[in-house]
């Protein structure tokens, strides 16, 4: 590597599903890689899978919308494989429901998990990025920012994050540090496979049906949203910042 500054990843959310993927490509793009998640067990295992194909990483549990739980595993990535200078909040959980039905823990939960837990990474992390005056940070909103039946809790936490990106971009653009949000359509994963459950409706038709509405005719995968983030976090990509593209097989309003 030419660059001056470290090769160091940190993902959340990364025991599965998109924030799985996002690790692995970053791995693949020769960065080293903190897995970050609630299920320790799962970001454990993932990070003996990457280092056993030759990569570096460690998994770390974490509650992210726990001040102490952040500063630790922060600390503990940049002690064993050097000061972070890439940060992909992906963290994230759903409590559906209409708002008549919601609850506060419903609301809470979301919200701490999104919001205070990318702050709280973000916080963390960024001094090691403008210390090396250079950083990556890309952030996982939604297309439930532009509003979806069910999801008022989700909704405003994805459009939260788009606010919180494009705020960071301009706090943190003359420390060489970008920050941009991705929003995906529908992807297969295991949250959305619940939400067919949840619905009574067999996956391969829930997603079927996502597809028809959808202008290339498929749903997205995990490894679409990593394809992107490992644009993002690119030394290609260092003029690109404070945006959000969204990832979902077509336009959005």
């Known amino acids: 590597m030419t660059e001056s500054h470290s090769r160091v990843a940190i993902v959340t959310g990364a025991g599965r599903g998109i924030g799985a993927a996002v690790a692995r ?7 080293a890689v903190g897995l970050l998640d609630l299920d320790s ?23 992210v919308s726990n001040t102490e739980q952040v500063e630790a595993a922060v600390a503990k990535v940049a002690e064993e494989l050097g000061p972070p200078t890439v940060l992909v909040n992906n963290a994230g959980i759903t409590r559906d429901n209409l708002i008549f039905k919601m609850t506060d823990e419903d609301w809470d939960s979301v919200l701490n998990v999104h919001l205070r837990g990318s702050f709280l990474m973000t916080r963390a992390v960024q001094k090691h990025m403008t210390a090396q005056k250079w950083g990556r940070i890309v952030n996982l909103s939604s297309t439930s920012a532009l509003g979806n039946r069910g999801q008022v809790n989700y909704s405003a936490a994805k459009a939260g994050m788009q606010g919180f990106t494009k705020t960071l971009a301009i706090e943190l653009g003359k420390f060489n540090v970008t920050a941009n949000a991705i929003a995906p359509g529908f992807i297969a994963t295991d949250m959305t496979a619940a939400t067919a459950e949840r619905l009574g409706i067999p996956f ?26 490992s644009f993002l976090v690119s030394e290609g990509a260092g003029f690109v910042s404070g945006q ?10």
């Open 25 to 31: 490509r970053l791995s693949a793009d020769g960065f």
């Open 41 to 63: 067990s799962a970001v454990k295992s993932g990070a003996e899978d990457l280092a056993s194909g030759g990569g570096r990483a460690v998994g770390v549990g974490l509650d």
């Open 204 to 229: 391969e038709d829930f997603k079927k049906g996502a597809a028809q509405q959808i202008p290339v005719q498929r749903v997205g995968t995990p490894d679409d949203i990593a394809h992107t983030v």
């Open 244 to 253: 959000v593209i969204y990832v979902a097989g077509g336009p959005k309003d």
